[in-house]
């Protein structure tokens, strides 16, 4: 065995072969699943897409590094389900790009967050951890209540979404920034127009407490309200096995 390293590693063609072929298994091995994607995804009905606000806030999540301290994708461990709910399904981050499941956990998964807290709590929770959670470790978000949300370019985020395949509509691209705007002022006129347009379960609430501007802090905090509100599939578990 030991012979037939030494004489291999004295052939650098032969070596390089090797190499190859060995770190081709594990290439073949990472890649074989996405040739059953289809399958995997489960087909259910009721997925919505997320709102140009909640799309807003996404971008906040990333730009924040809030992936870097929380996953968005709760296994199939008992332990894992009992605390946070039933595990993700496929379908649920169907639409993510890009995917936020996260590999770390310094803070809870948030994969099913939306509804959890009001909305006081987390504009509370962000904008100072400890006020509510005193031995918390989570940095604080001070500018998020005082820092407008960028809206007017969300028309071109849903387009660009719409490239990877996520299914927003001319009317959703259009309307992008000014529903961005109502979904946070539940008293403004286009107001109605946001849950004709996303489905009747999105929210519509002024999220930071006050109307008028739409903060950073307004389209975080829809975004988190969202998380794992899209679809319930994942409460129905013959979803998940009729596939
Ligand atoms: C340095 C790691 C770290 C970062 C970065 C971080 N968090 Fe946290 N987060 C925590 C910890 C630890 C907790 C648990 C203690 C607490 O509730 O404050 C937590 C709790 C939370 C909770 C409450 C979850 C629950 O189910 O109780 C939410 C919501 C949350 N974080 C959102 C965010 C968002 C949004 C960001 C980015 C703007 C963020 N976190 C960034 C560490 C972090």
Redesign the pocket.
């Known amino acids: 065995m030991f012979k037939f390293h030494y004489n291999l590693e004295r052939n650098a063609i032969g070596f390089v072969v090797a190499i190859v072929v060995v770190a081709s298994i594990g290439g073949f091995i990472e890649i074989a699943p996405l040739f059953t994607i289809n399958q995997t995804v489960e087909k259910v009905a009721d997925m919505r897409v997320q709102t140009p606000l909640e799309i807003a806030g996404r971008n906040i999540?990333i730009r924040?590094?809030?992936y870097?301290?929380?996953s968005q994708m709760i296994r199939t461990l008992r332990d894992e389900v009992d605390r946070y709910g039933p595990y993700s399904l496929a379908v649920e981050s169907q639409y993510d790009h890009p995917m936020l499941w996260g590999s770390k956990r310094?803070?809870?998964d948030?994969a099913r967050?939306g509804n959890?807290y009001s909305d006081a709590w987390?504009t509370a929770?962000?904008n100072n951890?400890r006020d509510l959670?005193p031995e918390?470790?989570?940095?604080a978000?001070r500018w998020l209540l005082r820092d407008k949300a960028k809206i007017d370019d969300l028309g071109e985020h849903l387009a660009a979404l719409r490239t990877v395949g996520v299914p927003y509509t001319d009317e959703m691209i259009a309307n992008a920034a000014i529903d961005a705007y109502a979904q946070a002022n539940p008293d403004s006129p286009e107001a109605a127009n946001v849950t004709v347009r996303y489905g009747e379960a999105t929210n519509v609430r002024a999220f930071d407490g006050e109307p008028g501007a739409v903060t950073e802090m307004d389209a975080?905090v829809a975004y988190?309200q969202s998380l794992g509100t899209l679809t319930d599939a994942a409460f129905q578990p013959q979803v998940a096995e009729v596939e």
């Open positions: 999540y924040e590094g809030c870097a301290c929380h310094t803070g809870p948030l967050l959890k987390q929770h962000l951890p959670v918390s470790v989570m940095p978000y975080l988190l």
